[in-house]
């Protein structure tokens, strides 16, 4: 058996500039930092003549073009694999939650694949692989943050060319400023899950629109500013400052609110602004919008949370994830 984990994400500053529709015209910077919550998968042989796919739901099929999750299936056929597997799945954390479950399920997936192969492969290799089965065969309106994030871990600034090559970078915070950030973000969950895909695909047609000359230039301007905003979020993080940080994490939902409008709920607005109002000095919803998570930072901790809590929020306790995918069974 087989057993590969892959760490979820937190953005931290860019989101929504890695779609191709953008970094093919301009380019993209963005900031990500895995965390210690993970999608786990084990593959193993069956001895039996069909593939037993177990996630929320439990598939037989003869082969695999008779699998019905999308994902497990091409993962299956970009590996070349045809003898029969038991795959199963689970996670710390709920999928639609904006954590970027999706790319990292992708990842922990190819992983398993490619060590039941013996095959040889890079973080960034897996992370392309993963992309190119999310974006290019399933033509799903998702960006290259999710599967690199979980594939390379850390604090990472990556860049993306037009040509959709990608660099990472770990930002050189300094050890003291490195332990701050990790005890002052803070994650509550909101209680609605979605797909970002469906919050993604109108930005991704606004964007289009654009480059085909439809209109559309609103959203464009909306995500040069993100871009700039997840720019100025490295040098604050790089100096130190996460007060500055903090507020810079509230314009980029400032700007995520104006480019989709089914980013929020009014619940959201309320949990948000009792935050501000409870000690938070910044924050925003992680990931497309529409539910999910609300991360804050602040520096006096005890209110926010007793505040969250009395919401009905509830918290999820996180460290930074260094590692990436990893296999962790063998045998």
Known sequence: MIV???????????????????????GSTFLSAAIDRYVYLS?????????????????????????RHPIVRECLKLVGHEAPLEIASFADIPAGTGLGSSGAFTVALLKALYAEARRVHTCFSLAEDACGIEMEKLAQPVGKQDPYAAAVGGIQRFDIDREGRVTATPVPMSPATRVELEEGLLLFFTGVSRKASEVLSHQDEETRKASEGGG????????????????????????????????????????????????????????????????????????????????F???????????????????????????????????
């Open 297 to 331: 930072f602040a520096q006096e901790k005890r209110a926010l949370r007793k505040a969250m809590t009395g919401a009905g929020l509830s918290e999820v306790r996180f460290r930074f994830d260094d590692l990436g995918a990893q296999v962790v069974v063998q045998g």
């Open 4 to 26: 590969t984990k892959a760490p979820l994400r937190i953005s931290l500053g860019g989101g929504g500039t890695d779609l191709p529709s953008y970094y093919r015209r301009f």
């Open 43 to 67: 593959v193993h042989r069956n001895f039996g003549d069909e593939f037993i796919v177990k996630y929320s739901e439990v598939e037989r099929a003869k082969d695999r073009e008779g699998i």
């Open 216 to 295: 559309g230039q609103e959203m464009l301007e909306n995500l040069h500013r993100t871009r700039e905003l997840g720019e100025e979020s490295y040098k604050a993080l790089c100096s130190g400052d996460l007060a500055g940080f903090a507020h810079l994490m509230s314009a980029q939902w400032e700007q995520k609110r104006r480019r989709s409008p089914g980013s929020t709920r009014p619940e959201i607005d309320r949990a948000y602004e009792l935050a501000l109002g409870s000690g938070a000095l910044g924050g925003k919803l992680i990931g497309a919008g529409g539910g999910g998570f609300l991360m």
